[in-house]
């Protein structure tokens, strides 16, 4: 993997699926996320959320500051928040 993540139009390829689509079993939970402004911030947060057990997709939205997580299982709402601030953001809560 290249040493950059993010392209000149924001897109990021972190290896993480971050387009909608339906999961085919599970929850979507969607959170609300301040701080997110660039290709840099969504790529953090697809990374550091999509490594948490369960977690099977995320989603970031950087014109809405939602955070939308597929998972197999209820999420850890408290861990992910952890993680979020851990990274430099905060998470304000379920959208």
């Not at 209820?74 to 979020?84: H, M, N, Q, Y």
């Amino acid at each position: 993997m290249s040493s950059s993540c993010c392209s000149t139009d924001g897109t990021c390829s972190t290896g993480t699926t971050t387009g909608r689509s339906t999961a085919t079993e599970g929850i979507t939970t969607t959170y609300a996320v301040a701080g997110m402004t660039c290709g840099h911030c969504k790529a953090t947060l697809t990374t550091v959320i999509g490594e948490l057990d369960g977690v099977t997709k995320v989603d970031v939205d950087l014109d809405t500051g939602r955070v939308t997580v597929d998972s197999a299982t209820e999420p850890d709402d408290t861990l992910i928040a952890e993680v979020v601030d851990d990274a430099g953001y905060e998470l304000t809560g379920r959208a």
